[in-house]
């Protein structure tokens, strides 16, 4: 399912505070951009952001996919014509089986409602790929799941769902090195099937060294600084930034406190840990 994600002159306030400062970018079908930069300058706030969470204020800009505004549709909407975001931190829902939540989910992108036979395999195929327990579909929504096993369960979710453009926030944090290549060998195996475009913010170069971005942005103080392609990825692994920052003649902000996430009605609500 192709799609193209544009963003255009993107400003975004935060608790009042202006975060991103005019990004622009442009994400279609079979590309994956890496999302660099060091922690508290935009990153999280843009993928946040184009998902519709509610403590984001756009400001100035646009965001479409396929043409149509992405800021004036709910956050459903956004999620049914085809936008993703795999959380940094996903939230647990107790009372709510594995199963039920992804066949809901399913179902309302589909114009006939799977078959419970169809579904199950679907889903157990999947599960079986990302070496996931067996009776994860009768488990409650990440309800006592390691970390890792939250992450695999955001990549469960978009196998399933089969997104046009996804938005993945450190899904690898909290993985070992054998997950990490496991998750990163899942994404590209949706890619080698279809036109999944990809944003991914990480800061492991083992993760991107075998997703192999085909664009990498570089956000320092709410701006893309420098863009490029996998070099510019392996560049920043090997040197870090500083010699960006000495030829930018920039300086990243100081990272804001830890954000904890919670589920809101609609849409996933923040607020500051220790608040």
Not at 67 to 91: H, I, T, Y
Not at 161 to 177: F, R
Not at 240 to 253: A, M, N, R, S
Request: glycine share 10%; hydrophobic share 40%.
């Amino acid at each position: 399912m192709a799609g193209t994600l544009k963003i255009e002159d993107l400003h975004v306030n935060v608790d009042d505070k202006e975060i991103l400062k005019g990004v622009s970018l442009e994400i279609g079908s079979g590309q994956v951009h890496a999302l660099m930069g060091p922690n508290g300058n935009g990153k999280s706030t843009l993928l946040q952001t184009i998902m519709g969470h509610p403590r984001y204020k756009v400001t100035k800009g646009t965001i479409t996919l396929d043409g149509e505004d992405v800021l004036a549709m709910s956050v459903d909407e956004r999620s049914k014509k085809g936008l993703f975001l795999g959380m940094q931190n996903p939230q647990e829902i107790s009372g709510v089986t594995n199963s039920d939540f992804l066949k809901a989910a399913l179902n309302s992108r589909r114009d006939k409602p799977i078959s419970l036979f169809e579904f199950y395999k679907l889903m157990e195929g999947n599960i079986k790929k990302l070496k996931m327990k067996e009776d994860l579909a009768h488990r409650f929504v990440n309800d006592g799941f390691s970390g890792g096993e939250k992450k695999r369960n955001e990549i469960l979710q978009m196998m399933i769902l089969k997104p046009k453009i996804a938005l993945l926030d450190e899904i690898d944090s909290g993985l070992d090195v054998d997950a990490i290549k496991l998750v990163a060998d899942a994404i590209n195996d949706i890619r080698s099937k279809g036109d999944l475009g990809l944003m991914i913010v990480s800061h492991y170069d083992r993760f991107f060294g075998i997703i192999k971005p085909t664009h990498a942005h570089v956000i320092v103080d709410g701006k893309i600084v420098v863009e490029g392609d996998n070099e510019l990825v392996e560049k920043i692994d090997n040197d870090g930034y500083d010699w960006l920052y000495e030829e930018l003649k920039i300086h990243p902000v100081t990272p804001l406190k830890p954000l904890v996430y919670s589920l809101g009605t609609c849409a996933l609500n923040q607020r500051r840990a220790n608040d």
